[in-house]
């Protein structure tokens, strides 16, 4: 299908998306790529959506019988195959040149949750439910002209391909609109406007300025690079990561809650798709010797007795890969961790444990020359300028011309957003502490895996045990100030340390390290990310409010933040969002996720709380 006119649609464009409904085995994907490597006139960017409802497992993918030009892609395929977990899942070739957004669901609501613009679809008549809902939703995520290629179409998927809007642009060759190869170019009239959220990408902005070197704004400034786009990452001391993410180590893993209904929320499903990211990432980073740490999982103790549900992915465990997660009892904790967990535990496969610096080194280093760090240039507000934004110093000097920016100053975010009401988000300060009693200070048992629960202890490289770490909502009126670290806190973590255990432990107080730092915290302990609302300064507004992706945004003006207490988790899957929000690329996540992070979601509650007031 790929030889049917795509190629001469995508040449010369800077990115170019595809949306292929039934992945199969990948091989069409895989000949696009190698169609895609031979062109020289190629899109610098292809991004290939594709939904399978029943995927293939890693070891059946492998041994496809497949034309052997495509043999070295199949075997990356397979390598890179991802759990059979639903959601969507980020595979990449071609040093990220290529990225295939596979997603393992039905066709129907995966398109539906879809935020894309798609230039060419790709399609099977044979499909089972090809239905007007289903076009519907291929007109609503079609670019103006977009191709659509289907093969074996009949006589009704055609007439409902034209009725949501695809013009027939070539018959199947030679058997009229019947069993062969046919195309479609979308002409239709979408029957809702484009969201306010899709709208704010229209800039296509080519640099964009960062605030912020912390894990939020190295990974926003990776994200941009390879989307090719020009970076300026400001920051305002002589180091990189020098807000909470300076803490020696955090440790990473998406387990939340033990039921059902608490593994299907949005939460939940967010930290899945944030941890198959950032273990990836850790484990490159680690293996690039940028940070130390580990990605070979994590055990998080019951809280309670095991609550013996389900996990999602129990039910899809992978006879290669085994499962995601796995409940442990007493003698599994026991066996895995080397700690008797008195309610035993679940093990998270997709976690571990990085040195956040090191991490936000690494991606600086992946983002190359596309990314430009100015350190030591902290910045004191932003102004609108027609179609460009100024950076600007406390002295009201330019530090920096772009035509968008994303906010990524953690503790300061709320302050450089607050012209634009960020205020209304109610974004709190915690500080925290961790601590770490250097080898041969401490005398218990040593965990062999991270553990977490109440607080979380691991045994770092240099063989130093590290906990905590603590939380306390910091006063409003609080000023930047060096931290100090406090003994009280180093007991207290020492508690929490002892319960986590359930055992003895021995910890020489005055050995103690710790670091402190202070997070940002949203009312709904999600991520804040995406593009940043018009002020409604809670006064309500029109039903349709009652959504984020309607509400209207500032042009040219982004945030990625407030990762509270995981901040390692949530970065990596955050720079992707915060990097398709600015560049219209398709969004890493489901519709209602993208809406879970998203900075308008603050105004649409109040908007929903207005409408509720007053229909009483
Ligand atoms: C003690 C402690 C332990 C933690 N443990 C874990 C853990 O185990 N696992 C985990 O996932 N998370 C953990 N976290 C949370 C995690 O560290 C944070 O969520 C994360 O580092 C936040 O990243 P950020 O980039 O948003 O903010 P920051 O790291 O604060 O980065 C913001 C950057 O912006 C810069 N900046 C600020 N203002 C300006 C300005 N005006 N102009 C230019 N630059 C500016 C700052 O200097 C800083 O470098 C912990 C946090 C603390 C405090």
Redesign the pocket.
Known sequence: LIGEGLQERWRGRQRFVVCELGFGDGTRFLAAVDAWRRDADRPRRLDWLAVEPHPLARGALAGRPRHPALARDATELASQWPPPVEGRHRLVFDGGAVVLHLGFADAHPWLRATEATVDAFLLDGAMAGLDAALFRSMARLAADGARLVIRAASDAVCDGLAHAGFTIAQPGSGSGRGTAVAQFTWRGERDRPRSARSRAADRAPRTVAV????????SAARALAEDGVEVVL????GE????????A????HAAVGSTRSEQAGAHARLARAASFEIARDARAAIDAGFASGRVDGVVRAAVGPVVRVRAVSDARSDPVDGTIDRLLDRAGALSATGIALADGGRWVRFAG?VE?RGLVRAWLASAGPRARLLLG????ALRPDGDRWHVLDANGQTIVEADAVVV??????PT?LAPWGAKHWQLRRV????SRAPAGTWQGPAPRLPLTGHG?AFVDAGGGLVF???AEPMAVDWVDEPLPVRPADHAFNVERLRRLLGEEISVRAEALEG??????VAPDRLPVVGAVPESLDGSGGPVRFEQPRHIPRVPGLFV????????????SLSGRLVAAAVTGGPAPVDSPLVDAVDPARFASRSVRRATVRASR
Request: net charge positive.
């Open positions: 605030i912020g070197a912390g894990l939020a704004g190295a400001v920051e305002a001391h990189v990561a020098s807000g909470a993410s300076a803490v180590a955090g440790v990473f444990v956040p240039r902290a910045t004191d990524a100053a953690g503790i300061a975010t450089l500080r925290g502490q961790t979380h905590g770490a603590t670091s402190a730092g202070i997070r940002l990625c933040g407030a990762f509270g207490a995981r901040g390692v988790l949530w970065s």
